[in-house]
């Protein structure tokens, strides 16, 4: 029986150039996934914050019995404008970095459950997922989803672009 043996064989050549190159992207790695995060971040975040606003308003008042807000009133709305931002990016597990975009802070408008205003979080929970006194309309996931794939090509590009900076 004759056996063959395949032997795969890679030469560099100019190493000592290839080995800088590493350490020097191994040294930037870091930086450079916060970068990429970040635009893709303010992507979804653009795209939040356009949905946000195009949500119908409707005026604040007390509700009857079985009534439901159909839209969100003006003062809500610009209090979750106001709130959105990206949380500071950083490394989830070795080698994974990432950020949150949400709302932060409260509401301008006080109530007695509530007298430091209500949670903008909530209140965009309950927009986004529907309540007893709130119909659905989303606006957090139609934003992700229609901009996951440009989000990732964003990143890619970053990454492409710092590393040939190096």
């Known amino acids: 029986m004759i056996g063959v043996r395949m032997i795969a064989k890679i030469a560099f050549r100019r190493t000592n150039e290839f080995m800088l190159m590493l350490s020097r992207m191994e040294a930037n790695t870091q930086a450079i996934a916060e970068k990429a995060v970040y635009e893709a971040a303010g992507l979804v975040a653009d795209e939040i914050r356009n949905n946000?606003?195009?949500?119908?308003?409707?005026?604040?008042?007390?509700?009857?019995?079985?009534?439901?807000?159909?839209?969100?009133?003006?003062?809500?709305?610009?209090?979750?404008?106001?709130?959105?931002?990206?949380?500071?990016?950083?490394?989830?597990?070795?080698?994974?970095?990432?950020?949150?975009?949400?709302?932060?802070?409260?509401?301008?408008?006080?109530?007695?459950?509530?007298?430091?205003?209500?949670?903008?979080?909530?209140?965009?929970?309950?927009i986004e997922s529907g309540s007893s006194v709130r119909n659905a309309t989303p606006f957090v996931e139609p934003a992700v989803q229609g901009k996951k794939n440009e989000a990732i090509r964003k990143m890619q590009e970053v990454i492409e672009q710092e590393c040939k900076k190096v």
């Open 52 to 126: 946000l606003e195009a949500l119908p308003e409707d005026k604040f008042r007390m509700l009857g019995a079985g009534e439901q807000f159909m839209g969100v009133p003006r003062i809500q709305k610009q209090d979750l404008l106001d709130s959105l931002g990206i949380a500071p990016i950083g490394e989830e597990a070795p080698g994974t970095y990432g950020t949150k975009i949400g709302f932060d802070g409260y509401g301008s408008y006080a109530t007695k459950k509530y007298p430091n205003g209500l949670p903008n979080q909530l209140l965009a929970r309950s």
